[in-house]
């Protein structure tokens, strides 16, 4: 898979020899807290410009409101203000970075399986990771029950060593790269805790 430019969508999932394997796509969101996004349910990566976002009253500070992607619209959500933490990330000139996860709605009364989509602002993206979902670790014990809800677990994760910037020298092989503890997102609960539907088609002129 390559990281989508605005529009394109994220679509080669390849299959895991170890069934216990799955593809996730990794993310920071801020300083260094990372996270985990499962690939299936990433649909983009997308560049949102502050001024596409079209705010809606009454909803909480860290949905900064929503965005028209190709017709559809979009919630746009603060990750760092949702998790209470000390950084936004910050804009790349006037826009921000933003990976797009969907879910389909099961409710007996959506017969078409309505899609709903988020899009999470993160400050970088670490690629495709193949993480086994049987050796997460388990959440800390002072995490909050509203914040257990929506992650899975954490993982160990190996960084790939970095070279000074304009080096080709790589790390000695005796160098043992760093590792980190990625926590492991749970999408639908996620859109479960947000209690996000459709935004009014009364606001799609905003975002013309």
């Excluded at 879910?103 to 990771?129: D, K, N, W």
Aim: aromatic content about 4%.
């Amino acid at each position: 898979m390559t990281t989508a430019t605005k529009g394109e969508t994220l679509d080669r999932v390849v299959l895991p020899a170890n069934p216990s394997e799955q593809e996730y796509f990794g993310v920071r969101v801020a300083g260094l807290v990372r996270l985990a996004l499962p690939l299936t349910d990433v649909q983009s990566v997308l560049r949102i410009g502050s001024q596409e976002i079209c705010p809606i009253p009454g909803i909480p500070a860290h949905v900064l409101g929503v965005i028209n992607q190709r017709g559809a619209l979009v919630w746009v959500l603060d990750l760092s203000q949702f998790l209470e933490l000390a950084q936004r990330p910050t804009p790349s000139g006037s826009s921000f970075l933003a990976v797009v996860l969907q879910m389909r709605g099961q409710a007996a009364s959506e017969e078409h399986h309505h899609l709903y989509r988020v899009a999470c602002l993160v400050s970088e993206l670490e690629g495709i990771h193949r993480l086994d979902e049987q050796r997460f670790d388990p959440l800390p014990q002072e995490l909050r029950p509203a914040w257990r809800e929506i992650f899975r677990g954490l993982s160990l994760q190996t960084l790939s060593p970095a070279s000074p910037k304009g080096s080709k020298k790589t790390a000695p092989p005796s160098a043992l790269p760093p590792k980190v503890r990625v926590a492991v997102l749970h999408p639908p609960a996620l859109f479960r805790t947000l209690g996000l539907r459709d935004p009014l088609p009364a606001n799609l002129h905003s975002l013309s």
